[in-house]
T-cell receptor
């Protein structure tokens, strides 16, 4: 019930291409879905987050698409750059249940953008 | 504004020992959460403290404990270390329950 499944495990794209990472969840109490970016030797950094009352959110080159009925959400990175090469984690938590800070993370996607 | 700081950055211990890790949140942040990151299990929530009170706890044995001080600084303690406790321990702070969490760089614990 608490699991968040993330795919693919690794992704290689060419510079300028679109990177797409998918996540699926089971717990219908989840109502907050952030994406984190992590570089080696660093802690995760929040990229973008979405609540289930919207189906899409865009910030710069990063877009989250959310499908509440399918319990899936995805991250799209447009015009991917070599500097985007990092590990990306999706996560979920329940703001309404008092467990807002208890993030359940996906297993991560190692993105490599070739120059 | 200074970010989340964690000390020490690297630590080597042997089985059976205990260890204390420290986290200083961003100034003004009252919520501190701890996560364990391993290649096998990924990122897993340990616990969260808010105003010196533990609000949530993940599915970890009682050997893992924590506390928060009045200045919001937090410590976590692991007793009777096991090889499987080798991990990157991450601390995250946020202003309150509904705001973004900012992660520190982590403490890399190696248990021999």
């Amino acid at each position: 019930q608490q699991q968040v499944k993330q795919s693919p495990q690794s992704l290689i794209v060419q510079k300028g291409g679109i990177s797409i990472i998918n996540c699926a969840y089971e717990n219908t109490a989840f109502d907050y879905f952030p994406w984190y970016q992590q570089f080696p030797g660093k802690g995760p950094a929040l990229l973008i987050a979405i609540r289930p009352d919207v189906s899409e959110k865009k910030e710069g080159r990063f877009t989250i698409s959310f499908n509440k009925s399918a319990k899936q959400f995805s991250l799209h990175i447009m015009d991917s750059q070599p500097g985007d090469s990092a590990t990306y984690f999706c996560a979920a938590s329940s703001l309404s249940s008092g467990s807002a800070r208890q993030l359940t993370f996906g297993s991560g996607t190692q993105l490599t953008v070739l120059p | 504004k200074a970010g989340v700081t964690q000390t020490p950055r690297y630590l080597i211990k042997t089985r059976g020992q205990q260890v204390t890790l420290s986290c200083s949140p961003i100034s003004g942040h009252r919520s501190v959460s701890w996560y364990q990151q391993t290649p096998g299990q990924g990122l897993q929530f340990l616990f969260e403290y808010f105003s010196e009170t533990q609000r949530n706890k993940g599915n970890f044995p009682g050997r893992f404990s924590g506390r928060q001080f009045s200045n919001s600084r937090s410590e976590m303690n692991v007793s009777t270390l096991e090889l499987g406790d080798s991990a990157l321990y991450l601390c995250a702070s946020s202003l309150d329950t509904y705001n973004e969490q900012f992660f520190g760089p982590g403490t890399r614990l190696t248990v021999l």
